[in-house]
């Protein structure tokens, strides 16, 4: 089989429609995190458009720079913030720096992660350690350095934190379920310890959705990914970024400590059949 490819062009993420209205962030700051690919660029994009200032931050500045120019296309203000969530200090320079520029977010999407394919019998202490690093660590020390400035500065604020299909579990891929859990986890525990301060968190779980991630897994992996939900589709990364700002808006003023799938129903999908499966699912 021939390998398929994944991920929206430029000109097809910027296409894609959206039912939220212009100016819906109009004066407020947005920092995406992972913002230079993928769903953090649409996400990145969606705000852009909404009117949103978007700060951008991800470890490396080449791809942000893609991410930037799509901003400058919708006339979006940004500014752009290389960091590697891995090391607290440059988490903690990145908010000197928004609160210097006087652009401390009101809203942070922490989107920044990701993981290597591996038997879980055979992922090193190494590999372990990195994506546990990665993808737990990096996002709590984004989120708490966030809700800091805002107890500080006395302000609200909302945390979207981008996680994975953990719950059913993703097998080969043991690191990104622990890391994934405990993020989705601690959210509902930051909620309520944070709620008396206005800071709202919440997060959004995705199941597969077409990026150019997803070229990362082998092709039997990649060619199974549009079955594994009953629509027997990928979404797309405006699926994600509208429940995003669904959370990070007004309309989710009185939600907190949510997740909020968006997987095409894949959590509900299973194999047992009382009735005769429909033809829909047979292939
Ligand atoms: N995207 C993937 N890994 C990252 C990291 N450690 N820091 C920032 N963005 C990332």
């Known amino acids: 089989m021939s ?10 993420l910027l296409q894609l429609e959206t039912v939220y209205r212009d100016g819906l962030f109009a004066g407020r700051t947005v ?21 949103a ?15 930037a120019a ?12 290389p960091a590697n969530i891995r090391e607290p200090d440059e988490i ?12 401390v977010p009101d809203v942070v999407i922490n ?30 020390t984004v989120m708490q350095r966030a809700a800091r400035i805002w107890q500080r ?5 909302s945390i979207v934190n981008i996680i994975a299909p953990h719950r059913r579990g993703m097998h080969g891929v043991a690191h990104t379920v622990a890391a994934r859990a405990a993020v989705d986890h601690v959210s509902r525990n930051v909620a309520v310890e944070w709620a008396p301060d206005g800071i709202r968190v919440n997060c959004v779980l995705p199941g597969p959705i077409d990026t150019e991630g997803m070229n990362v897994y082998p092709a039997k992996a990649q060619a199974r990914m549009a079955k594994t939900n009953p629509m027997r589709r990928l979404g797309d990364v405006q699926d994600v970024a509208q429940a995003c700002v669904y959370l ?28 005769d499966e429909p033809e829909h699912f047979r292939s």
Not at 113 to 135: C, E, H, Y
Not at 153 to 157: A, L, T
């Open 248 to 275: 990070a808006a007004d309309s989710g003023k009185f939600v907190t400590g949510e997740t909020l799938v968006v997987d095409g129903g894949h959590q509900h999908w299973g194999e047992i059949w009382l009735t």
């Open 31 to 51: 920092l995406v995190t992972g913002a230079g690919t993928g769903i953090g660029k649409g996400i990145s994009v969606l705000f852009g458009r909404l009117g």
């Open 153 to 157: 500065r006395r302000i609200p604020g």
């Open 70 to 81: 799509l901003l400058d296309r919708v006339g979006a203000e940004h500014r752009v913030h």
């Open 53 to 67: 200032r978007v700060v951008l931050s991800s470890r490396s500045e080449e791809k942000l720079a893609t991410t």
């Open 3 to 12: 390998e398929r490819r994944f991920g929206l062009s430029d000109d097809a």
């Open 111 to 140: 989107n920044a992660g990701g993981q290597f394919p591996q038997a879980s019998t055979a992922l090193s202490d190494k590999g372990w350690r990195a994506v546990i690093d990665t993808n737990l660590n990096g996002t709590w």
């Open 92 to 103: 903690d320079a990145l908010f000197a720096a928004l609160e210097e520029a006087d652009a």
